[in-house]
């Protein structure tokens, strides 16, 4: 124990040596920082084992990542509507296997939903292309599913924080991936996107925090129509998924992008709603979806209230 104590506290003294020893122009402090902070940023809720119990895995597709838990909903013997949760994690890391909390699993199926939680490949070793095409996939196998699973697909609704409500938009504006999967906008009641920030990714790598400009480039490179085509707020032109409730906290690029999305989605005929959570920059980013399904929790209401009046 002596011997761990005295290594942390040896590489903490060298992690200060190195702020503290950086040139005033050489930029490392505020390297270094940027770096903690992008981790921050995209650091998915805390750990929760492999698979909570009642649930079981199923595989989507050939690869490691191409798999998702799924739940029934409690004490229900009919067909119950379907939440599919879509982890963040900038893209390039996150894990169904902590992306929900504590409280998402238990609390919407205690309110009679089946719940599913979904790993897609990551950057760079796939394109933000192919994980929105996994979202659809992951789709396509619970409503393949649907009989045994006790899922009801008339009434389906994605959801997905940070880096997985970009994905959810992004799939419930451009039907091109639901398509590829088989499935169509018909096949989804809504969407709730949890405190993403880039709905238009040119606007955000342009606008947006400096300390995530290297993750969206690593995600949507350089070459501005495809950056337009990954944006949600540029596919928002009808048709899309009927109804989407948009979250995010205080947050200015959260904000100001969720609410161009909206815009865009009213005048794509979509059902809107807004809703501004407590909760300041990157503490409230990972609180949204970290406290989701929590009844102490500002967020979980309002979506309890909206499940209720899109599901039925």
């Not at 996150?94 to 919407?108: F, I």
């Not at 979806?289 to 599901?311: C, E, F, H, Q, S």
């Amino acid at each position: 124990m002596r011997r761990s104590l005295a290594g942390a506290a040896a590489l903490a003294a060298i992690g200060l040596g190195i702020i503290a020893h950086a040139a005033p122009g050489d930029g490392a402090r505020e390297r270094l920082r940027d770096r903690l902070a992008e981790r921050r940023a995209d650091r998915p809720a805390e750990a929760r084992p492999a698979l909570r119990p009642g649930g079981q895995t199923i595989a989507y597709g050939s690869e490691a990542l191409q798999q998702l838990d799924v739940w029934r909903a409690s004490g229900v013997t009919q067909p119950a509507p379907l939440v599919v949760f879509v982890h963040g994690g900038g893209w390039k890391r996150g894990s169904k296997d902590n992306a929900t909390g504590r409280a998402m699993v238990p609390h919407y199926t205690g309110q009679g939903l089946v719940f599913a939680s979904i790993d897609y490949r990551l950057v760079p070793a796939a394109t933000v292309e192919q994980q929105a095409a996994d979202v659809a996939q992951a789709l396509k196998a619970l409503l393949d599913r649907a009989r045994p699973l006790g899922i009801d697909r008339s009434r389906v609704v994605l959801m997905g924080h940070s880096a997985g409500a970009h994905l959810v938009a992004l799939v419930g504006t451009d039907e091109q991936y639901l398509r590829a999967a088989g499935l169509s906008f018909a096949d989804i009641r809504g969407v709730i996107p949890l405190d993403g920030a880039a709905y238009d990714v040119p606007a955000q790598m342009s606008d947006g925090p400096r300390f995530m400009h290297d993750t969206y480039a690593q995600a949507f490179g350089s070459d501005p129509v495809r950056q337009r085509a990954l944006s949600p707020t540029h596919q928002a032109a009808a048709p899309n998924a009927p109804a989407f409730l948009l979250m995010h906290v205080e947050r200015a690029d959260g904000e100001r992008q969720a609410q161009v999305l909206a815009e865009a989605l009213k005048r794509g005929g979509s059902a809107v709603e807004i809703a501004r959570l407590p909760g300041q920059g990157l503490r409230g980013h990972g609180e949204i979806n970290r406290r989701m399904g929590d009844p102490d929790y500002a967020g979980t209401p309002i979506v309890d209230a909206w499940l209720k009046k899109v599901l039925g």
